[in-house]
């Protein structure tokens, strides 16, 4: 089935990066984008970016525009994200998710599933 | 693109029929999808193109709306429906969510 699992839990000072893995399964990698969303303790969810599993074209939140970077390693069939200068905002649970597109009609509507099962990153002194 | 999910949040009993409604802060076509998450869980899918079922969800779920205003209604409420709902614009970037409908038991 498809599936996408991430790496473990982190625990950064302020100012250090963290990277996310996601390695994806279940479907052929370079045929569907991967995204990267986080959900901080009672904030709504963020979308951070995605990236074109098949030519690495990336898009990043104006927000995180700097500090976020999306990777994919197509060998691996994995996802990267890494988040520099971090500071205790940062604290949240980060997913991965599989970003696909279904004709309806004439129209394409992209949709956002599975989703990993989360990251939590914990930024603290 | 803000998104505004009603209500916050909504006590039901299972069997009822419940409506969340999400409205945008301006026209996104269809491009809406619903999902639902439980604690300590990842965001599962419901619905995209605001009213197209994922593959597998029980038809009790549906989804209608166009332009700024959407609707997710559950049929008959089971168990396993008290979760978070979410609504998530993907017309626009950046793509953003609702900040969620939390489904309780009566």
């Known amino acids: 089935q498809v599936q996408l699992v991430q790496s473990g839990p982190e625990v950064r000072k302020p100012g250090a990066s963290v990277t996310v893995s996601c390695k994806s399964s279940g479907y052929t990698f370079t045929d569907y984008s991967v995204y990267w969303l986080r959900q901080a303790p009672g904030q709504r969810l963020e979308w951070m970016g995605w990236?074109?599993?098949?030519?690495?074209?990336?898009k990043y939140s104006q927000t995180l525009q700097g500090r976020v970077t999306i990777i994919r390693d197509t060998f691996a069939n994995t996802a990267y994200m890494q988040l520099t200068s971090l500071t205790s905002e940062d604290t949240a649970i980060y997913y991965c998710?599989?970003?696909?597109?279904?004709?309806?009609?004439?129209?394409?509507?992209?949709?956002?599933?599975?989703w990993g099962q989360g990251t939590l990153v914990t930024v603290s002194s | 693109i803000q998104l505004t999910q009603s209500p916050s949040f909504l006590s039901a009993s299972v069997g009822d029929r419940v409506t969340i409604t999400c409205r945008a802060s301006?026209?996104?076509?269809?491009?809406l999808a619903w999902y639902h998450q439980k604690p300590g869980n990842a965001p599962k899918l419901l619905i995209y193109?605001?009213?197209t079922l994922k593959s597998g969800v029980p038809s009790r779920f549906s989804g209608s709306g166009s332009g700024t205003d959407f609707t997710l209604t559950i049929s008959r409420l089971q168990p396993e429906d008290f979760a978070t709902y979410y609504c998530q614009q993907l017309t626009t970037y950046p793509i953003t969510f609702g900040q969620g409908t939390r489904l309780e038991i009566k």
């Open positions: 998710a599989r970003g696909g597109i279904s004709m309806i009609g004439t129209t394409a509507h992209g949709w956002v599933d599975p």
């Open positions: 193109a605001a009213s």
């Open positions: 990236i074109n599993t098949d030519n690495g074209d990336t």
């Open positions: 301006q026209d996104i076509g269809s491009y």
